[in-house]
Nanobody, 121 residues
Framework: QVQLVESGGGSVQTGGSLRLSCAAS????????MGWFRQGPGKEREFVAR????????DYADSVKGRFTISRDSAKNTLYLQMNKLKPEDTAVYYC??????????????WGQGTQVTVSS
């Protein structure tokens, strides 16, 4: 099992920045990739960004490209999401997720509890 704990959410104004963190513990050696998802008010959960743990290769949703940066610290087993130029439409609960395999067409194996990000205009 892998446990994921997010932190760093909060409230900011449009154009502001926040950095989310996700600390992984347990059988972290089994992780192939980690990522961030979000669920806004009245919306379905959507993909934001992911990173392959060993190679560092990243993918982003079009809506956040150029504004968000995903990174990881392997020594600390911690995932980050640096969010810049935030917009009101970025308001959501942000979830950290981890998977053990490279098939991104199936669901993630582990999820965090979520952290709220609110962007006011």
């Amino acid at each position: 099992q892998v446990q994921l704990v997010e932190s760093g959410g909060g409230s900011v104004q449009t154009g502001g920045s926040l950095r989310l963190s996700c600390a992984a513990s347990g059988r972290t050696f089994s992780i192939y990739a980690m990522g961030w998802f979000r669920q806004g008010p009245g919306k379905e959960r959507e993909f934001v960004a992911r990173i392959r743990w060993i190679s560092g290769i990243t993918d982003y949703a079009d809506s956040v490209k150029g504004r968000f940066t995903i990174s990881r610290d392997s020594a600390k087993n911690t995932l980050y999401l640096q969010m810049n130029k935030l917009k009101p439409e970025d308001t959501a609960v942000y979830y950290c997720a981890a998977r053990r395999n490279n098939n991104f067409n199936i669901g993630n194996d582990y999820w965090g509890q979520g952290t709220q990000v609110t962007v006011s205009s």
